[in-house]
């Protein structure tokens, strides 16, 4: 074992040997340097967990499932999918924040883990950039709003004409309050200036039955979870709610070019690493999900669930992240969801 301790000089030493002092210190530093690149050098080299912090079903995990097999191979490892579900992604956040910084335990996360829950919740064991570094965007996911085919609404400008005549008569459900749907359904009557009253419920199931009756009269929804009802003519879709329109449903515009100019809203999922992750690691992972995600076979069946397949580098992720906090902030505050 080579002792990388100090070296101490006593005055007299002949000079051949102070040089095999100095070359014997020169080679050990070498020798630890190179092996502290070695795991960047060699990454992967055992299976990678990919931590779902949400339980099996929904879209998020099928989602981590489809995209993993195809970068599995391209790094030539097991990329495999763990669900550790509960405190509505908390614990599975947790596992990885405190995990070994060595890129073999990723986080699959959306916003409202690493946005939206660190904003209502102060006092999270994680903290979503301090506990992690940003590896890449995978996955934009448009809300699409949906209303009875007996309201007299056909477009968003519809809407808040309604709304605006009759403030406070209008019902929008969701999953509960802080959820992605009451967050992106309260930036709307934000900047549109309307009034609605917040109907929560325990699923969503029971929404569209309310909807398609209706007991409320809107609902953000993510498009596969419609689409029927859409096209069986149940419900009417008035706008999606991402920056640009969706490509399962082309022919309904955005919110922002519907009658609220700059609004966007959407339900990303990304993969994180455990923070101070080498950045060759980090490297290496994101140019594999980002060739992996330009596979047709998956941008198909992405598309057939209403996902829009979209890359990132780091910084634009660690952006993204930073942007939504900000903005999003205003607003938990405003409608009175953060907990003290």
């Known amino acids: 074992m080579i002792n990388s301790g100090p070296i101490h000089l006593q005055k007299g030493m002949p000079v051949k040997l102070l040089i095999s002092i100095f070359a014997v210190a020169f080679s050990a530093t070498s020798i630890g340097s190179a092996h502290a690149q070695q795991p960047d050098a060699t990454y992967p080299n055992r299976p990678i967990r990919l931590i779902v912090p949400l339980p099996p079903g929904g879209s998020v995990d099928p989602t981590a499932r489809m995209v993993a097999a195809k970068v599995g191979p391209r790094l030539k490892q097991q990329f495999v999918v763990e669900n550790i579900p509960g405190g ?28 939206t829950g660190p ?21 934009s996911n448009p809300f699409v709003l949906v209303v009875p085919a ?106 922002s070019e519907s009658g609220v100019p700059g609004y966007e809203f959407d339900t990303w999922y990304a993969v994180f690493a455990t923070a ?21 076979e998956l941008i198909k069946s992405m598309a057939a669930q209403g996902s829009d397949l979209r890359s990132s580098t780091p910084a634009a992720l660690g952006a993204i992240v930073k942007n939504e906090t900000e903005r999003l902030g205003k607003l938990v ?8």
Do not use: C, W
Not at 121 to 139: A, I, K, M, Q
Not at 281 to 296: H, K, M, T
């Open 88 to 115: 509505s992604g908390v614990i599975g956040a947790e596992t990885v924040a405190r995990a070994t910084p060595d890129g073999y335990t990723l986080l699959f996360a959306t916003p409202t883990i690493m946005v």
């Open 119 to 139: 904003l209502i919740n102060r006092n999270l064991p994680y903290h979503p950039t301090r506990d992690f570094d940003p590896v890449s965007l995978v996955v």
């Open 150 to 255: 007996s309201l007299p609404v056909n477009t968003t400008a519809d809407l808040i004409a309604l709304a605006k005549r009759k403030p406070g008569s209008l019902n929008f459900g969701t999953s509960g309050e802080g959820a992605p749907q009451h967050i992106a359904i309260e930036m709307l009557k934000s900047m549109a200036g309307i009034d609605m009253l917040h109907v929560p419920y325990k699923g969503g199931g029971q929404i569209q039955v309310d909807l398609v009756a209706g007991r409320i009269q809107l609902y953000a929804s993510s498009i596969l979870g419609v689409s029927s009802s859409i096209k069986s003519g149940k419900l009417k879709a008035i706008a999606v709610t991402t920056a640009k329109r969706a490509g399962a449903l082309p022919d309904v515009p955005t919110l």
């Open 276 to 296: 101070r992750t080498p950045t060759a690691v980090i490297g290496r992972l994101n140019s594999e999900i980002v060739a992996a995600l330009s596979d047709p």
């Open 333 to 340: 505050e405003k409608i009175g969801l953060v907990e003290r």
